[in-house]
């Protein structure tokens, strides 16, 4: 009989593949050259990694056959967070990386990309012709002056020229910035200007949900408001042509020069990638050529077991990190999918479409994804031919474990479920994949390896089977090497480092398990406190959105200035549904039962809709201030928010709260 305290797994994979797996290959061949542990499978890799994490990362660079252009003495010559020095003396190019396959006569007419768009056509570009397209970009980017450390940006849907674009700029040394067309003016503005870019690659326009959008008047706004502009790129995605003063796609990238790769330090900057900027302007989040090219080699090629065979398609836009992470899927010979358009369209179930028109073999999604499908009773597994996925992947917010159950009956039972968390801060996982151990509903198989994940109680102690702070007591190579436009580094201090002084704090409540695995319960900075108890308000929204009537939910605590505590749980019905008292005796009846009495909500009140950032978690903390009494200008940054004026019902419901009770 199994015990609570370790339920069956959900999933567990075979012999066969445990030994066919990247990790474990790697494990044998560490052991004999680096002095890793040959037994204990992942647990004892794990262990050793954090213990020995100088040789681990060394291991990694010499595994990946990562071409370090100038000799280094160490691999971490200093592990101080902030500031860690990794391969010091140490010069690569990671665009020269992602390329490395176009070099193998083999390969070479072989798919480096599969574009899709909402026709859901697939049109490859091959490797030899992706490599053709950098080489012609990088030779027109340096005519046009784009030098090493210079900031190339794209306002750019999910294309292969986005690619091209992001590879030529690395190729050039000069840093990568990107926004998705689906952002407005001041949105990109309040992210591009703070770097300054010299060049702005852009499309006319983009498709999505069946409709065409035009952006030539915010890109005409665009211009204007960035002054350090020498050239626009112009990518008529719509047909049209290239405005006044702008260059053509075509006529800069029909060359056919020979790459060429600028060895850059290990820790030149390859690109910036925003945080939401949900209460401010958004942080400039520097990360290193060298940094990100070993985590990414790290996280794809032994995490996600990708290798050349593989076909690797999330669903992101060029707004999120995880539009990095997928490109950089090139790095370990992979196919990489890129869909360019509503992740909903024509229907709900239209990734697994696409899933199964690329062929597929890791399919990754966000949770929120996940969940509509359940609800709208789509049947991927029955409707599909999926079988060459072997994991499917979740981020954005944790996967609720009916989201697990949802995937395992409706996908395969035999499928590898990978739910992973991290952040864009280090564009990667803290936890998540693992190929060789089981999946167990609701957790994150395991932290990653060189990653020592702890959960702190407010003292600084570890805890297990206790929920506490997400920190991480090691350096990582892709964590910040720096913020833009923070000369002292206090901003970046403030961010990860205030709480525990040289111990990476994200913001995140975990726990860990007594067999290693992970489960997350949403942001610390919006935790609920009921009576001392503390939970987390994804806990909160596993439960109560399994409910039919209810298609989202936001739930906020706010600690008032009579000592009181007032709990309001948001609710946006699903069409047809009505809150009546029925519906919210069940509400409070599922948190009682699955969750804490504690935690049933004050108040149920109907919304119009939950606000989002531009990425789609979320917004609690804006929330949380505009019913403290904090003006909407204050309390949210516009540019960052997905749809403002449903944040106007909740500023509105502050001034009412004022003028009298709230009843539910």
Same mark, same amino acid.
């Given at each position: 009989?199994?015990?609570?305290?370790?339920?069956?797994?959900?999933?567990?994979?075979?012999?066969?593949?445990?030994?066919?797996?990247?990790?474990?290959?790697?494990?044998?061949?560490?052991?004999?050259?680096?002095?890793?542990?040959?037994?204990?499978?992942?647990?004892?890799?794990? *262990?050793?990694?954090?213990?020995?994490?100088?040789?681990?990362?060394?291991?990694?660079?010499?595994?990946?056959?990562?071409?370090?252009?100038?000799?280094?003495?160490?691999?971490?010559?200093?592990?101080?967070?902030?500031?860690?020095?990794?391969?010091?003396?140490?010069?690569?190019?990671?665009?020269?990386?992602?390329?490395?396959?176009?070099?193998?006569?083999?390969?070479?007419?072989?798919?480096?990309?599969?574009?899709?768009?909402?026709?859901?056509?697939?049109?490859?570009?091959?490797?030899?012709?992706?490599? *053709?397209?950098?080489?012609?970009?990088?030779?027109?980017?340096?005519?046009? &002056?784009?030098? $090493?450390?210079?900031?190339?940006? &794209?306002?750019? $849907?999910?294309?292969?020229?986005?690619?091209?674009?992001?590879?030529?700029?690395?190729?050039?040394?000069?840093?990568?910035?990107?926004?998705?067309?689906?952002?407005?003016?001041?949105?990109?503005?309040?992210?591009?200007?703070?770097?300054?870019?010299?060049?702005?690659?852009?499309?006319?326009?983009?498709?999505? &949900?069946?409709?065409?959008?035009?952006?030539?008047?915010?890109?005409?706004?665009?211009?204007?408001?960035?002054?350090?502009?020498?050239?626009?790129?112009?990518?008529?995605? %719509? =047909?049209?042509?290239?405005?006044?003063?702008?260059? /053509?796609?075509?006529?800069?990238?029909?060359?056919?020069?020979?790459?060429?790769?600028?060895?850059?330090?290990? /820790?030149?900057?390859?690109?910036?990638?925003?945080?939401?900027?949900?209460?401010?302007?958004?942080?400039?989040?520097?990360?290193?050529?060298?940094?990100?090219?070993?985590?990414?080699?790290?996280?794809?090629?032994?995490?996600?077991?990708?290798?050349?065979?593989?076909?690797?398609?999330?669903?992101?836009?060029?707004?999120?990190?995880?539009?990095?992470?997928?490109?950089?899927?090139?790095?370990?010979?992979?196919?990489?999918?890129?869909?360019?358009?509503?992740?909903?369209?024509?229907?709900?179930?239209?990734?697994?479409?696409?899933?199964?028109?690329?062929?597929?073999?890791?399919?990754?999604?966000?949770?929120?994804?996940?969940?509509?499908?359940?609800?709208?009773?789509?049947?991927?597994? *029955?409707?599909?031919?999926?079988?060459?996925?072997?994991?499917?992947?979740?981020?954005?917010?944790?996967?609720?474990?009916?989201?697990?159950?949802?995937?395992?009956?409706?996908?395969?039972?035999?499928?590898?479920?990978?739910?992973?968390? =991290?952040?864009?801060?280090?564009?990667?996982?803290?936890?998540?994949?693992?190929?060789?151990?089981?999946?167990?509903?609701?957790?994150?198989?395991?932290?990653?390896?060189?990653?020592?994940?702890?959960?702190?109680?407010?003292?600084?102690?570890?805890?297990?089977?206790?929920?506490?702070?997400?920190?991480?007591?090691?350096?990582?190579?892709?964590?910040?090497?720096?913020?833009?436009?923070? $000369?002292?580094?206090?901003?970046?201090? !403030?961010?990860?480092?205030?709480?525990?002084?040289?111990?990476?704090?994200?913001?995140?409540?975990?726990?860990?398990?007594?067999?290693?695995?992970?489960?997350?319960?949403?942001?610390? !900075?919006?935790?609920?406190?009921?009576?001392?108890?503390?939970?987390?308000?994804?806990?909160?929204?596993?439960?109560?959105?399994?409910?039919?009537?209810?298609?989202?939910?936001?739930?906020?605590?706010?600690?008032?200035?009579?000592?009181?505590?007032?709990?309001?749980?948001?609710?946006?019905?699903?069409? =047809?549904?009505?809150?009546?008292?029925?519906?919210?005796?069940?509400?409070?009846?599922?948190?009682?039962?699955?969750?804490?009495?504690?935690?049933?909500? !004050?108040?149920?009140?109907?919304?119009?809709?939950?606000?989002?950032?531009?990425?789609?978690? *979320?917004?609690?903390?804006?929330?949380?201030?505009?019913?403290?009494?904090?003006?909407?200008?204050?309390?949210?940054?516009?540019?960052?928010?997905?749809?403002?004026?449903?944040?106007?019902?909740?500023?509105? %419901?502050?001034?009412?709260?004022?003028? &009298?009770?709230?009843?539910?």
């Amino acid at each position: 009989m199994t015990s609570a305290a370790s339920p069956a797994p959900l999933w567990q994979p075979d012999p066969a593949r445990i030994a066919a797996a990247r990790i474990t290959r790697f494990q044998s061949w560490a052991a004999e050259r680096y002095g890793a542990p040959a037994q204990g499978g992942y647990a004892a890799l794990h *262990r050793w990694s954090v213990d020995e994490l100088e040789t681990f990362w060394r291991a990694v660079a010499d595994w990946f056959d990562v071409r370090l252009s100038a000799p280094y003495e160490r691999a971490l010559a200093d592990p101080a967070m902030p500031g860690a020095q990794w391969f010091p003396g140490a010069t690569l190019n990671y665009a020269e990386h992602a390329l490395r396959t176009a070099e193998d006569p083999a390969r070479t007419h072989d798919a480096a990309l599969l574009h899709v768009d909402e026709t859901h056509e697939t049109t490859p570009i091959s490797w030899s012709e992706l490599r *053709r397209q950098v080489g012609a970009l990088a030779a027109e980017l340096r005519a046009l &002056g784009v030098r $090493p450390g210079d900031r190339v940006s &794209g306002y750019l $849907p999910n294309i292969p020229q986005a690619v091209t674009a992001l590879l030529a700029t690395a190729a050039v040394g000069a840093v990568w910035t990107s926004c998705a067309p689906d952002f407005g003016a001041r949105s990109v503005l309040d992210r591009f200007q703070q770097v300054e870019p010299v060049i702005l690659f852009t499309v006319d326009g983009y498709r999505y &949900g069946g409709k065409e959008h035009d952006r030539t008047e915010t890109v005409a706004e665009l211009r204007s408001e960035l002054p350090t502009l020498r050239a626009v790129i112009h990518i008529p995605l %719509l =047909g049209t042509e290239a405005p006044a003063g702008a260059l /053509d796609w075509s006529a800069v990238t029909s060359g056919d020069t020979e790459p060429v790769f600028e060895q850059v330090p290990f /820790d030149h900057p390859l690109w910036v990638l925003y945080s939401s900027g949900t209460t401010g302007l958004p942080k400039a989040i520097v990360q290193s050529q060298g940094g990100i090219l070993l985590e990414h080699f790290k996280q794809l090629g032994l995490h996600c077991d990708l290798g050349p065979e593989d076909r690797f398609f999330w669903y992101t836009s060029t707004g999120w990190m995880m539009w990095n992470f997928l490109v950089s899927g090139l790095l370990t010979g992979t196919t990489v999918v890129l869909y360019d358009g509503s992740p909903g369209y024509p229907d709900t179930g239209a990734q697994w479409r696409i899933a199964e028109r690329t062929e597929a073999t890791l399919f990754g999604t966000s949770a929120a994804y996940v969940m509509a499908c359940r609800k709208a009773e789509v049947h991927p597994g *029955r409707d599909h031919d999926l079988s060459r996925i072997k994991c499917v992947a979740t981020t954005g917010s944790p996967l609720p474990p009916d989201g697990f159950r949802w995937l395992h009956d409706e996908v395969a039972e035999d499928l590898w479920i990978a739910s992973v968390s =991290g952040g864009t801060d280090v564009c990667s996982c803290f936890a998540g994949a693992v190929p060789t151990l089981p999946v167990h509903i609701g957790e994150l198989q395991a932290a990653c390896l060189g990653t020592d994940l702890q959960s702190w109680d407010p003292q600084g102690k570890p805890l297990i089977g206790e929920v506490g702070e997400l920190v991480v007591t090691n350096p990582m190579p892709s964590m910040p090497i720096r913020f833009w436009n923070d $000369p002292d580094g206090s901003r970046y201090r !403030d961010s990860y480092f205030e709480m525990f002084p040289g111990v990476w704090r994200h913001g995140d409540w975990i726990t860990i398990t007594d067999r290693g695995s992970v489960i997350i319960h949403g942001r610390s !900075d919006s935790t609920l406190n009921r009576q001392g108890v503390r939970m987390g308000s994804a806990d909160i929204y596993e439960a109560v959105e399994r409910l039919p009537e209810i298609k989202e939910s936001l739930v906020i605590g706010l600690e008032e200035p009579d000592g009181g505590y007032w709990m309001p749980l948001f609710v946006h019905l699903v069409d =047809g549904a009505s809150l009546d008292d029925g519906l919210r005796a069940r509400i409070k009846q599922t948190i009682r039962e699955e969750l804490s009495p504690r935690h049933v909500p !004050d108040d149920i009140i109907e919304v119009p809709g939950v606000p989002h950032t531009l990425t789609g978690k *979320r917004i609690e903390v804006p929330v949380k201030r505009l019913l403290q009494g904090t003006a909407l200008a204050k309390a949210v940054n516009p540019g960052s928010v997905d749809n403002l004026e449903l944040l106007r019902f909740y500023e509105e %419901l502050a001034r009412t709260r004022k003028a &009298g009770p709230t009843g539910d």
